[in-house]
């Protein structure tokens, strides 16, 4: 008669623990994400310190940032700037890293250059 009366009690345990170990799991992946991007634009900036298009993503971040922090975040409007700053700034960041990463690309030599801009010299025999 225990059995009976109480199989309610466990199954309102087991989806109260199933639900804490999926919000622990989704905290901890959100963690994850922002420590990833937090490397991926810190190493960027030290890699590249003078990246304009970098340094004008950062600024931009930090001047939306400031101005939600001085007006204590009461205009919605900063709240999506600064979140629009972060996602450009990871895409910049990224951007910047594929750009100067050589690891798929040709070297740059003049004979490349000529056959790919030119075809031929202009100042060969005809």
Request: aromatic fraction near 10%.
């Given at each position: 008669m225990y059995g009976y009366?109480?199989?309610h009690d466990r199954?309102?345990?087991?989806?109260?623990?199933?639900?804490?170990?999926?919000v622990i799991a989704m905290l901890l992946?959100?963690?994850?994400?922002?420590v990833r991007a937090a490397n991926l634009v810190l190493r960027?900036?030290?890699?590249?310190p003078q990246s304009k298009p970098l340094l004008a993503a950062f600024?931009?971040?930090?001047?939306?940032?400031?101005?939600a922090v001085f007006t204590d975040w009461q205009h919605d409007w900063l709240t999506v700037a600064v979140a629009l700053s972060v996602g450009v700034l990871l895409l910049v960041a990224r951007g910047v890293e594929l750009y100067h990463d050589e690891l798929f690309q040709r070297?740059?030599?003049r004979e490349v250059f000529v056959h790919e801009v030119l075809h031929e010299p202009w100042w060969g025999p005809v």
């Open positions: 009366c109480c199989w199954l309102s345990v087991t989806w109260a623990g199933a639900a804490l170990v999926l992946a959100i963690v994850w994400i922002i960027v900036l030290v890699a590249h600024a931009f971040l930090v001047l939306a940032l400031l101005a070297p740059r030599t």
